[in-house]
C-alpha cells in the first residue's frame, strides 16, 4: 500500500512540473488579517463608555486589542489632546503579549477634557489593520488644593464684593456710566442690570470701595443720561445704546418699553435717593431728578387698556404684540411693588390680585427634597426668582394673603440645595459645596436652569445670591468656588458666570444681572442696607400696604 501512494505522488509531482514548463507562476500575496478593539480600562476600571469623568491627572490607561501590536506603528496612531488643542505627552508600554498598550501621560491639567485616539494606522505585529479608530474622552477631577490664601470670612465677602463692584464701575459705559449687559457687549447698556449695578455703587460707597463723593458722580452722570434717554409712557426699554440712549432691540418685537427692567431700574434708583438725602444742592438736585423719572412711568397704561394686569412689553412699532401678561410667581413682584407704589400712576389691588396672584392660582403648596414651597412651579423654578424683586424687597417678615416671603426664599433656596446634593441626574461636581441653579450662561447658550431644566451648570451668583436665606449653605459654595475652582471661574469682576464640570467647561462671561444680585445679596446679609434703605421709601410702604402686605418694615 505504501508503495502505491508514493508512485501515485511521484506521477503527480511529475504531471504538475510537466504543465508548468516554460510557464510563469505568480503567487497569490496573503493579506493580514484585520484586528479589532476589545477593551478599555482606566486606573483598573471599565464603565463600558466612551466618556470617563473625574479622571486624576496622572492615569493608566489599558488599552486592549484582538492581536498584538506592530510597536513601530504606535506612535503614529496615538493622539492625546486636550479640548482646546494642547498635546498631552505620554509613554507607552506593552502588556499581554503586546495585545494591551498601556498608555501613561504626565501630568495632566485638572478639570480639563482630553480626547485620546487611536487610529486606523494601527497595525497587529503581522501588519493587519485596526478595523476602526479607538477615541475615549476624560474628564480630569478638581484639584482640591486652594487656590488663593485663606482669608477670614469677613475678609472673603469684602474682596468678593469688592472685585465683583468692578464690573459695575471700571465696566461701567463711559457715556452713561450704566452696566453694559455683560463683558462683550460693546455700547450694549441694560436697564435691569444698571438697577442692581446702582445698589451697588451705593453698597460700595457704604464698604468704603468709593468715596461718596465719586459715588454721588457717577449717579448724576447715570440719571443724567437716563432723562434723556428714550422712553415709551415712561418706561426704559430692555436694552439700549449707552452713548446715544436709542433703544436697542431686545428681540424683533421687543423695542420699546420692558415694564419688568424698568422696575428693577426704578428700584434701584429708589434706594439711591434714600441713600443720598444730604440737604445740600447735588444730593437734593439727584434726588428730584430722580423723582421725575420715577413719576413719569406709567404704570397704570401697562394694564392695556384697564385688565386687572400687568403686560411686560409694549412696541411703538408693535404695540402689543407679544401680549405677555406679568404674573406670578416668577422674578417680577417688584414690577407689581412698584406700580402699586406709584403716586402718579398707580394700580389697584385688584390688578395684583388678579393678575400678579391669578387669584392664588401662584400657589404650590408641595413638598420637595423635603421642603414645602408655598409659592411657584414645581422644585421652586431657577434661583433669580429669588434674588432680583428681593434686593430691594426685604422679604424676613413679610407675608400678605398667599405666602411668608421669608418662608417662600429659603424653601426655595434650600429645595435647590437639597436637588444639587441628591445630585439625581449624576452631574459632576454637584454636592453640598458646589451647587445653585439659575438662569447663565451655558456652553454654546444660555438657560434657566432649575432642578426641573437642569443641564449641569452651575451658576456662583445662584448660591451666593442666597446668603440672606441659606447662610451655611452659601458661605460654604462661596468658599468653594474661590478656593478649590479659583483658578477656573475667579477673574477681574469677580466669578465668572457660570461652569460645568461634566465636560470642563467654563464661562469667560460676566453679565449685569448675575453680578449686580451677587453685591446686593451679600450686602443684604452683611448689613440689610439696601432693604433699609428700599423699604423706607414713603411710596413702598403705602403701595405695599395698599397690596395687603404686612411686615414691621411697612
Known amino acids: 500500500m505504501k508503495r502505491i501512494r508514493y508512485s501515485w505522488s511521484v506521477i503527480l509531482v511529475l504531471a504538475l512540473l510537466g504543465c508548468s514548463k516554460g510557464q510563469k507562476v505568480t503567487p497569490t500575496p496573503?493579506?493580514?488579517?484585520?484586528?479589532?478593539?476589545?477593551?478599555?480600562?482606566?486606573?483598573?476600571?471599565?464603565?463600558?463608555?466612551?466618556?470617563?469623568?473625574?479622571?486624576?491627572?496622572?492615569?493608566?490607561?489599558r488599552i486592549s486589542f484582538s492581536?498584538?501590536?506592530?510597536?513601530?506603528?504606535?506612535?503614529?496612531?496615538?493622539?492625546?489632546?486636550?479640548?482646546?488643542?494642547?498635546?498631552?505627552?505620554?509613554?507607552?508600554?506593552?502588556?499581554?503579549?503586546?495585545?494591551?498598550?498601556?498608555?501613561?501621560?504626565?501630568?495632566?491639567?485638572?478639570?480639563?477634557?482630553?480626547?485620546l485616539a487611536i487610529s486606523t494606522s494601527l497595525k497587529s505585529s503581522i501588519g493587519g489593520g485596526l478595523q476602526t479608530p479607538v477615541s475615549v474622552q476624560l474628564v480630569t477631577a478638581v484639584d482640591t488644593t486652594n487656590k488663593f490664601p485663606?482669608?477670614?470670612?469677613?475678609?472673603?465677602?469684602?474682596?468678593?464684593q469688592k472685585q465683583t463692584f468692578k464690573y459695575f464701575w471700571d465696566f461701567g459705559h463711559p457715556t452713561s456710566g450704566l452696566a453694559r449687559e455683560r463683558n462683550t457687549s460693546g455700547d450694549v447698556v441694560t436697564t435691569g442690570?444698571?438697577?442692581?449695578?446702582?445698589?451697588?455703587?451705593?453698597?460700595?460707597?457704604?464698604?468704603?470701595?468709593v468715596t461718596r463723593a465719586d459715588g454721588l458722580a457717577r449717579m448724576q452722570k447715570i440719571v443724567g443720561f437716563l432723562k434723556t434717554a428714550q422712553t415709551f409712557h415712561g418706561a426704559f426699554p430692555h436694552w439700549m445704546n449707552g452713548a446715544t440712549g436709542v433703544v436697542v432691540p431686545f428681540s424683533t418685537q421687543d423695542d420699546g418699553a420692558d415694564l419688568v427692567e424698568t422696575a428693577y431700574l426704578m428700584q434701584g434708583l429708589l434706594t439711591a435717593r434714600q441713600y443720598f438725602n444730604?440737604?445740600?444742592?447735588?444730593?437734593t438736585t439727584l434726588?428730584?431728578?430722580?423723582?421725575?423719572?420715577?413719576?413719569?412711568?406709567?404704570?397704570?397704561?401697562?394694564?392695556?387698556?384697564?385688565?386687572?394686569?400687568l403686560y411686560w412689553h409694549w412696541s411703538p412699532d408693535y404695540t402689543w404684540s407679544t401680549n405677555m401678561q406679568v404674573n406670578g410667581w416668577d422674578e417680577a413682584l417688584i414690577t407689581y411693588v412698584m406700580a402699586a407704589s406709584s403716586s402718579t400712576h398707580p394700580i389697584t389691588k385688584a390688578v395684583y390680585d388678579e393678575g400678579w396672584a391669578k387669584n392664588g392660582a401662584m400657589k404650590n403648596g408641595n413638598t420637595y427634597f423635603g421642603v414645602a414651597l408655598p409659592l411657584g412651579p414645581a422644585e421652586g423654578g431657577?434661583?433669580?426668582?429669588?434674588?432680583?424683586?428681593?434686593?430691594?424687597?426685604?422679604?424676613?417678615?413679610?407675608?400678605?394673603?398667599?405666602?411668608?416671603?421669608?418662608?417662600?426664599?429659603?424653601?426655595?433656596?434650600?429645595?435647590?440645595?437639597?436637588?444639587?446634593?441628591?445630585?439625581?441626574q449624576g452631574n459632576s461636581g454637584y454636592n453640598a459645596n458646589c451647587?445653585?441653579?439659575?438662569?447663565?450662561?451655558?456652553?454654546?447658550?444660555?438657560?434657566?436652569?432649575?432642578?426641573?431644566?437642569?443641564?449641569?451648570?452651575?451658576?456662583?451668583?445662584?448660591?451666593?445670591?442666597?446668603?440672606?436665606?441659606?447662610?451655611?449653605?452659601?458661605?460654604?459654595?462661596?468658599?468653594?468656588?474661590?478656593?478649590?475652582?479659583?483658578?477656573?471661574?475667579?477673574?477681574?469682576?469677580?466669578?465668572?458666570?457660570?461652569?460645568?464640570?461634566?465636560?470642563?467647561?467654563?464661562?469667560?462671561?460676566?453679565?449685569?444681572?448675575?453680578?449686580?444680585?451677587?453685591?446686593?445679596?451679600?450686602?443684604?446679609?452683611?448689613?440689610?442696607?439696601?432693604?433699609n434703605l428700599f423699604m423706607s421709601c414713603p411710596e413702598v410702604k403705602t403701595g405695599m400696604k395698599n397690596l395687603g402686605f404686612q411686615s414691621p418694615n411697612l
Open 67 to 115: 492581536a498584538a501590536v506592530n510597536h513601530s506603528s504606535a506612535g503614529s496612531s496615538i493622539t492625546f489632546n486636550s479640548k482646546a488643542g494642547t498635546s498631552a505627552s505620554f509613554t507607552t508600554a506593552y502588556d499581554n503579549h503586546d495585545s494591551t498598550i498601556i498608555i501613561t501621560p504626565s501630568t495632566l491639567q485638572a478639570i480639563t477634557q482630553y480626547t
Open 382 to 424: 431657577p434661583l433669580f426668582f429669588a434674588h432680583y424683586s428681593f434686593l430691594g424687597i426685604n422679604p424676613n417678615g413679610l407675608s400678605d394673603a398667599y405666602a411668608s416671603y421669608g418662608v417662600q426664599n429659603k424653601a426655595h433656596a434650600m429645595i435647590n440645595y437639597n436637588y444639587c446634593v441628591a445630585n439625581p
Open 278 to 283: 444730604d440737604s445740600g444742592v447735588p444730593e
Open 435 to 531: 451647587w445653585g441653579l439659575t438662569a447663565s450662561d451655558i456652553e454654546n447658550g444660555y438657560t434657566a436652569s432649575s432642578p426641573t431644566n437642569d443641564v449641569g451648570v452651575i451658576a456662583p451668583t445662584a448660591a451666593i445670591s442666597s446668603l440672606p436665606y441659606t447662610p451655611t449653605q452659601s458661605m460654604a459654595a462661596l468658599r468653594y468656588f474661590y478656593y478649590k475652582l479659583g483658578d477656573k471661574v475667579w477673574g477681574q469682576y469677580g466669578f465668572y458666570d457660570s461652569f460645568d464640570l461634566n465636560d470642563a467647561w467654563f464661562a469667560n462671561s460676566t453679565l449685569a444681572i448675575d453680578q449686580g444680585p451677587i453685591i446686593d445679596m451679600i450686602e443684604n446679609y452683611r448689613s440689610g442696607l439696601l432693604w
Open 150 to 160: 485663606i482669608l477670614s470670612d469677613d475678609a472673603l465677602l469684602d474682596l468678593v
Open 193 to 209: 442690570g444698571s438697577g442692581f449695578g446702582i445698589m451697588a455703587i451705593v453698597a460700595a460707597i457704604n464698604r468704603q470701595f
Open 287 to 309: 434726588r428730584n431728578d430722580i423723582n421725575a423719572l420715577w413719576n413719569a412711568v406709567e404704570w397704570d397704561w401697562f394694564t392695556q387698556n384697564g385688565q386687572n394686569t
Open 30 to 61: 496573503v493579506t493580514p488579517s484585520s484586528f479589532s478593539f476589545a477593551s478599555l480600562k482606566i486606573n483598573g476600571v471599565s464603565n463600558n463608555s466612551s466618556v470617563y469623568k473625574n479622571v486624576n491627572t496622572q492615569p493608566v490607561i
